[in-house]
């Protein structure tokens, strides 16, 4: 009886319990607001309207030494399912057989049209002028935008895409798995599905801020009332995230939630062209609007909080209960959610191990930062 007291005694709150217990359930009311209000959104879209009329578009295909890959997978955009279209690829600066292969394909197909990027000419370090050349080449006023190294998942690829052009948007946001492998796998899944369901579920909540260049659509007419990349031309990422914040309004975007609709293609194959990609990101994002910038920062800030917070209730509190309490409420009901969204969105990898790598990218997230916020330029 005595043992079952001192039991039930070492339950009793402690000053220390209360005040983390009170801290850390606060931080973890608002991340949950954030985390369901925003990433709940994210769903699938519904099946395009095959009997819809839908207007000519134009892939455009950005291609720097990608003759492989062009090889292997053009046909694969000539022979969509769509009513009128085109595909114009732009070769910038390829030192492989690129050009050769492009033009030689564009005899035989009259939907292939191209522009070649001398490199002896040229000096270009992004993606920017090959895409403004594309955009000038192409003749319809819808314009689809991805890279070669991409693969669509099908022939109706392109008949989802132009679905989300329903009246009034002018902007659509697709959805770009990347295939991985491995812990740095595992790691990539895990940042790329967080980017993904902020892009889309803030462009569901009317707040859009960003697409991938990989699966993204405008009009001519909203990129030339902007003046296209002029605003931002001289750096030379931005092209997607950068451009939209320019152009995007509440009511003129739209989001394709739908495995047909996927573009695939390899992500990171190692830790150097994982953290290249990484610092090419975050060091953009140092230019983005401050109330886009404050919303994105606010669920990295509130997890290391909460992790920081949680490590030193574990050292203080009279009871490991209480802390392992908090973190379950924490961690079941968002590794639900983010098996849910993972699974949809097509990058599952990280899944499994969600609460470890939440843990680790809390402390890494900050690293990784800082380093980019200080950086003075990228290397595209």
Known sequence: MENLNAYFESLLFSPTDTLFTIILGVIWIITAIYFFFYYSTVKRSSKANTSTSFPPASIIICARDAAMHLEKHLQDWLNQDYPEFEVVVVDDCSA?????????????????????????????????????????????????????????????????????????????????????????GGLVHYENVFTALNYLGMAQRQQPYMGVGRSLAYTKSIYNSVGGFSSHHHIPAGDDDLFVQSVATKI????????????????????????????????????????????????PILNLLFWTG???FYGFSSSLLYPTALLLLKIVPEWILFFQKSKLLSMPLAAPFYPLLNFFHSFWYVFVGIRAFFKKKIIW
């Open 310 to 312: 949680l490590i030193i």
């Open 252 to 299: 003129n975007t739209s989001v394709v939630i739908e495995p047909e609709a996927y573009i695939d293609s390899n992500g990171p194959k190692n830790f150097q062209s994982y953290w290249r990609q990484r610092m090419r990101h975050l060091w953009v994002g140092k230019l983005y609007k401050s109330s886009v910038s404050l919303k994105l920062s606010l669920m």
């Open 96 to 184: 492989d057989e690129t050009a050769y292969l492009i033009v030689t394909e564009a005899k035989n197909n009259p939907r292939l049209k191209y522009v070649l990027m001398d490199p002896a000419v040229i000096k270009n370090g992004g993606k920017k002028l090959a895409l403004t050349l594309g955009i000038k080449k192409a003749q319809y006023e819808h314009l689809v935008l991805t890279d070669a190294d991409c693969i669509p998942r099908g022939d109706q690829w392109l008949k989802h895409m132009m679905s989300g052009f329903t009246p009034g948007k002018s902007i659509v946001l697709g959805v770009a798995p990347l295939t991985a492998k491995g812990i740095i």
